[in-house]
């Protein structure tokens, strides 16, 4: 046997080396740093792709670890510094001690000229092969299902970390860099508000540019502010039938509204159970009376009122739907919304060979108007042709007018009250004891 060949002279250093004890501890303090490796990458990815519910529980257990994981969870930059810090030592404790073991089993060989291409390569690939394996890759997919797991196994033992030198001087050293590197990248960012985008509408208005286009302007700048609870129908103004009316009572229903989607309930408004499609009815006209047509009624889709409309907008889009049932913070539904009503936000009133008069006003002169006291807020914004941005800071969870009323008030005014706001005089023109039903509104 060649001792110059590197296969034959591996075989003989393997045969002929007697392992001692510093060997054999350094086999299984690698282990142990590898098990630390794979345990650390995987709180990683275990830590930061929770799930709301899996936080909700984890605030709701009652085990120790909890109180930690809670807190580790609301400070994620030192956490994130906490992981990379220890991540990096204990992976190049690997490396050092992967190289001495590397060592052991295949030792330079004296007689071997220049560089041994083949003891480098096995060297760097073999330790670089079982890092990424057993330190990267199967710890974090196995952290992405199991990460509840792995975050109340890790809790304690990363706060720990956290805090024992030199992890915390260098993670206190990595967060407050990071600071100062957002801070300056800040500093060169142009912070554009609403307000900004506004003026900036207003100031470069040519000419040429016409109203409907300058609202057009506006209606895009305010798009993202805009809740749904803001556009939707309210339950009183909109058009419901009872699963349990007959098909003829349906169809008068149909009829009269002229509208090509329905919601239908059981019981009352607040148990939405389907949205029915006018057009679905087509091939059931000669159905009996007697015909079950709640069977054909499609899944409703439910928004809550806070929503803003951007976000609706995409909803839409993407489940290829226009309308939702909007429910409050109880469950109850407030009203609908549909693509129709988003899109008018933007581009004004669409209307249609069925469509009355969207916002019921009288206009008695240039400074004194007559509202239904349930005409939305920003219907009035549009009529009376303001912002409407003093009223939206000021109201709660009112948005009609009469709501408003009551919420400033506190109390259902009664008929020739008398409210002032800003520039506006709001004057009862009718109510009884459950809601105001005409306002009279002057400009001071």
Do not use: C
């Not at 912070?191 to 109203?211: F, K, P």
Request: aromatic share 10%; hydrophobic share 40%.
């Amino acid at each position: 046997m060649d001792d110059t060949d590197p296969f034959s002279f591996i075989l003989l250093s393997i045969s002929s080396s007697d392992f001692g004890v510093n060997f054999w501890i350094s086999i299984l303090v690698l282990i142990l740093l590898l098990a630390a490796s794979a345990l650390v990458s995987g709180s990683e990815v275990a830590f930061f792709s929770l799930s709301p519910e899996d936080k909700e529980g984890i605030r709701e257990s009652n085990i120790p670890s909890s109180e930690t994981s809670l807190r580790l969870l609301n400070n994620p930059r030192e956490l994130l510094a906490t992981i990379l810090i220890v991540n990096n030592f204990v992976n190049v404790a690997i490396v050092i001690i992967a190289s001495y073991i590397f060592a052991q089993i295949y030792p330079v060989n004296p007689d071997f000229v220049g560089v041994d291409y083949l003891r480098t390569t096995i060297e760097i690939g073999g330790i670089t092969f079982v890092l990424l394996l057993i330190g990267e890759v199967i710890p974090k997919v196995y952290a992405n299902k199991n990460s509840l797991q792995l975050v109340k196994l890790m809790s304690s033992p990363l706060n720990t970390l956290g805090k024992i030198p030199p992890f915390s001087w260098l993670r206190i050293f990595l967060v407050n860099g990071t600071d100062v590197i957002l801070k300056y990248a800040r500093k060169r960012q142009i912070d554009v508000s609403t307000d900004d985008l506004e003026n900036a509408i207003a100031l470069t208005r040519e000419e040429h540019t016409t109203a409907d286009e300058h609202r057009i302007l506006e209606g895009i700048v305010n798009f993202g502010n805009t809740d749904v609870r803001q556009v939707m129908r309210s339950r009183v103004d909109t058009i419901a039938v009872n699963e349990e009316n007959s098909y003829e009572q349906l169809m008068q229903v149909i009829l009269n509204s002229g509208y090509s989607r329905i919601p239908v309930f059981r019981g009352t408004f607040d148990n939405v159970t389907g949205i029915l499609f006018v057009k679905d009815l087509l091939k059931h006209l000669n159905a009996p009376s007697d015909f079950a047509w709640n069977q054909i009624i499609r899944q409703p889709f439910f928004v809550p009122e806070n929503k803003k409309i951007d976000d609706l907008l995409k909803e839409f889009q993407e489940k290829k739907m226009h309308m939702a049932v909007v429910v409050d913070e109880y469950g109850g539904s407030s009203g609908v919304v549909t693509l129709e009503d988003v899109l008018e936000e933007i581009i004004g009133e669409i209307t249609d060979e069925f469509d009355d008069e969207d916002i019921v006003y009288t206009k008695i002169d240039e400074s004194t108007y007559l509202f239904e006291g349930k005409t939305s807020l920003v219907d009035m914004y549009k009529v009376l042709e303001i912002d409407g941005k003093a009223f939206e800071e000021e109201k709660g969870e009112s948005d009609s007018i009469s709501g408003f009323l009551v919420e400033q008030s506190g109390r259902i005014l009664n008929n020739n009250e008398k409210y002032i706001f800003e520039n506006f005089k709001f004057v009862v023109e009718s109510s009884d004891k459950k809601r105001v039903k005409m306002v009279k509104i002057i400009k001071l």
